[in-house]
């Protein structure tokens, strides 16, 4: 149960948010700036796209440390492999659907509010998925050398 947690733990969060928005924020209204919001999330994607990019190429350069040795042989590399994959199209699509936000004028009309509640769950999962690359990041370089 906690490897499905663990693997699965940014979609269905993301679920969890987009049906929890859809229920309760019926009236929510999006902000005047939204549009300052998706040209953000859109900067922001794609720097954690880079980002991601860069630390699975690092990962893939360092096959010879004793870190990666350690991964392999507990069977956790393609894992740590898996995640960062997961984070780098999660953000990726978090670009793509915030710039496709930006090509309807909605400024003389609310948004479609089944469309924010998957805003918002796309979202979570996002943040979720770099999150938990970020700390297996962060434990993989308190390893002892």
């Known amino acids: 149960m906690k490897v499905f947690l663990e693997k699965h733990l940014p979609i269905l969060l993301?679920?969890?948010v987009s049906i929890?928005?859809?229920?309760f924020c019926a009236g929510f209204r999006p902000p005047n700036t939204s549009v300052e919001l998706l040209g953000a999330v859109i900067s922001v994607s794609g720097i954690a796209v880079g980002f991601l990019a860069a630390a699975q190429s690092i990962?893939?350069?360092?096959?010879?440390s004793k870190i990666i040795q350690?991964?392999?042989k507990t069977d956790r590399y393609e894992s740590v492999m898996d995640k960062i994959d997961f984070a780098m199209m999660s953000s990726?699509?978090?670009a793509i659907v915030s710039g496709l936000g930006l090509l309807?004028?909605?400024?003389?009309?609310?948004?479609p509010h089944w469309a924010v509640s998957l805003w918002m769950g796309l979202l979570a999962c996002?943040?979720?998925?770099?999150?938990?690359v970020?700390?297996?990041?962060k434990k993989l370089l308190r390893f002892p050398r």
């Open 14 to 16: 993301g679920i969890v």
């Open 20 to 23: 929890t928005h859809y229920v």
């Open 59 to 64: 990962l893939l350069s360092i096959e010879d």
């Open 70 to 72: 350690h991964l392999r």
């Open 92 to 94: 990726f699509v978090m």
């Open 104 to 111: 309807k004028d909605f400024s003389n009309e609310q948004w």
């Open 126 to 132: 996002t943040v979720v998925s770099c999150w938990s």
């Open 134 to 137: 970020i700390r297996i990041f």
